[in-house]
């Protein structure tokens, strides 16, 4: 069997808070816990979850922008901790990252034509003619004229500067774009218009995405898996549809319950998300979700449920929900009490 094309095994990222100029190191932040995961060639996961659970981190970890406090990443089976100077920039060709605001992420000073062929002359040197080609091209590919080869960032609108930033993914050919929020600071008619380009990329050009949103609706519409993630671990991993058909942690029942869904006549069985999510800093024992879930019994405030594979190809982290966990003999608790 072929390896996928990424694979992430126990992936661990935690911070080191400094507490003052002299001091000795502070709270340690457990951003990423223990996060698995793999994604095929032309396929679409998701990442979801509440704003500070971890998903830009785990992106960045993906791209190497941060080290792994502990965990693999594997591309084609080859672990990318490994890899040479060279071998690297291989990698990092093949791998590109979308940003939430693709202001701030574009260079103002640089003319469209200058930011998409950018990164492409790290790696080979182009004439002006060339280059104003591929500028050309790549606009194209985005759905954008080649006369805005010549704009500045400041001169375009967010959703253009979205498509340039997408542009600018697409120069090296990448088989795995990571796209980390990058819709949800745009208009709902300008969101769609550019979900529809990252789908039409995708059947045209066989790209992977890992996509990362607090929005289901968004995730609905483009996923084929997702992994939803709190307090940094993932708490069920599944194919999009029967996720949003019957979500099982409740977690993930509580998010769709709260989203806005555009399907009226889907079940509404779980009240709205109580309280806040936890502090990463002193997450609570046992099941991270326990203080905020209705269902919680004894179990989950002292022990952390594992992912468990279910039959329809989902995995679920959940003592009382994901039946294939062993309920503990009697006795068991008050052994690990
Ligand atoms: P999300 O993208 O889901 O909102 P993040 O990955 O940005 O979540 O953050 C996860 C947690 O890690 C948060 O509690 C955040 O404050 C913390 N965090 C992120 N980056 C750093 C950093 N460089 N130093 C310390 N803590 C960080
Ligand atoms: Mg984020």
């Given at each position: 069997?072929?390896?996928?094309?990424l694979?992430?095994?126990?992936?661990?990222?935690?911070?080191m808070?400094?507490?003052?100029f002299?001091t000795k190191?502070?709270p340690?932040?457990?951003?990423?816990e223990?996060?698995?995961?793999s994604?095929?060639?032309g396929?679409?996961?998701?990442?979801?979850?509440?704003?500070?659970?971890?998903k830009?981190?785990?992106?960045r970890?993906?791209?190497?922008i941060?080290?792994p406090?502990?965990g693999r990443?594997?591309?084609?089976?080859t672990?990318?901790?490994?890899?040479?100077a060279?071998a690297l920039r291989?990698?990092r060709r093949?791998?590109?990252m979308v940003?939430?605001?693709p202001y701030?992420?574009?260079?103002?000073?640089?003319?469209?034509?200058?930011i998409?062929?950018e990164?492409l002359?790290n790696?080979?040197?182009?004439?002006?003619?060339?280059?104003?080609?591929?500028?050309?091209?790549?606009?194209h590919?985005?759905?954008?004229?080649p006369?805005m080869?010549h704009?500045?960032p400041?001169?375009?609108?967010?959703g253009?500067?979205?498509?340039?930033?997408?542009?600018?993914?697409l120069?090296?050919?990448?088989?795995?774009?990571i796209a980390?929020e990058s819709?949800?600071?745009?208009?709902?008619s300008v969101?769609?218009q550019?979900?529809?380009?990252l789908?039409?990329?995708?059947?045209q050009?066989?790209?992977?995405?890992i996509?990362?949103?607090?929005?289901?609706?968004?995730v609905?519409?483009?996923?084929h898996?997702?992994?939803?993630?709190?307090l940094?671990?993932?708490?069920?991993?599944?194919?999009?549809e029967?996720?949003?058909?019957k979500?099982?942690?409740p977690?993930?029942?509580?998010l769709?319950?709260?989203?806005?869904?555009?399907?009226?006549?889907?079940?509404?069985?779980?009240?709205?998300?109580?309280?806040?999510?936890p502090?990463p800093?002193?997450?609570?024992?046992?099941?991270?979700?326990?203080p905020?879930c209705?269902f919680?019994?004894?179990?989950c405030?002292?022990?952390?449920?594992?992912?468990?594979?279910?039959?329809?190809?989902?995995s679920?982290?959940?003592?009382?929900?994901?039946?294939?966990?062993d309920?503990?003999r009697?006795g068991?608790?008050?052994e690990?009490?």
């Amino acid at each position: 069997m072929s390896s996928p094309l990424l694979k992430v095994e126990n992936l661990t990222k935690h911070y080191m808070l400094r507490q003052g100029f002299l001091t000795k190191d502070g709270p340690l932040v457990r951003a990423v816990e223990d996060v698995s995961f793999s994604v095929d060639a032309g396929e679409t996961l998701c990442i979801v979850g509440e704003s500070g659970c971890g998903k830009s981190t785990l992106a960045r970890l993906l791209m190497r922008i941060v080290e792994p406090t502990r965990g693999r990443v594997l591309v084609d089976g080859t672990d990318i901790a490994g890899l040479d100077a060279r071998a690297l920039r291989a990698w990092r060709r093949r791998m590109q990252m979308v940003f939430q605001d693709p202001y701030s992420s574009l260079n103002p000073r640089l003319t469209a034509a200058q930011i998409i062929t950018e990164p492409l002359e790290n790696f080979e040197r182009l004439s002006r003619k060339q280059r104003d080609a591929l500028a050309a091209d790549l606009l194209h590919k985005v759905g954008m004229r080649p006369e805005m080869m010549h704009r500045f960032p400041s001169e375009l609108s967010g959703g253009q500067r979205q498509r340039l930033g997408i542009a600018r993914a697409l120069a090296l050919e990448p088989s795995l774009i990571i796209a980390d929020e990058s819709v949800s600071a745009l208009d709902v008619s300008v969101q769609a218009q550019i979900l529809n380009l990252l789908l039409q990329l995708q059947q045209q050009m066989g790209i992977a995405f890992i996509f990362i949103s607090h929005d289901l609706s968004v995730v609905d519409y483009i996923g084929h898996r997702v992994a939803v993630m709190y307090l940094g671990r993932i708490v069920e991993l599944a194919p999009c549809e029967a996720l949003f058909a019957k979500p099982i942690h409740p977690y993930t029942e509580a998010l769709i319950a709260a989203a806005p869904v555009p399907d009226p006549t889907r079940p509404r069985s779980m009240p709205p998300l109580d309280g806040e999510v936890p502090s990463p800093i002193s997450p609570p024992r046992g099941c991270a979700f326990h203080p905020r879930c209705p269902f919680a019994i004894e179990r989950c405030r002292i022990e952390m449920p594992s992912l468990v594979p279910m039959t329809d190809g989902r995995s679920v982290a959940c003592h009382v929900r994901s039946p294939a966990q062993d309920i503990p003999r009697k006795g068991l608790l008050n052994e690990i009490r």
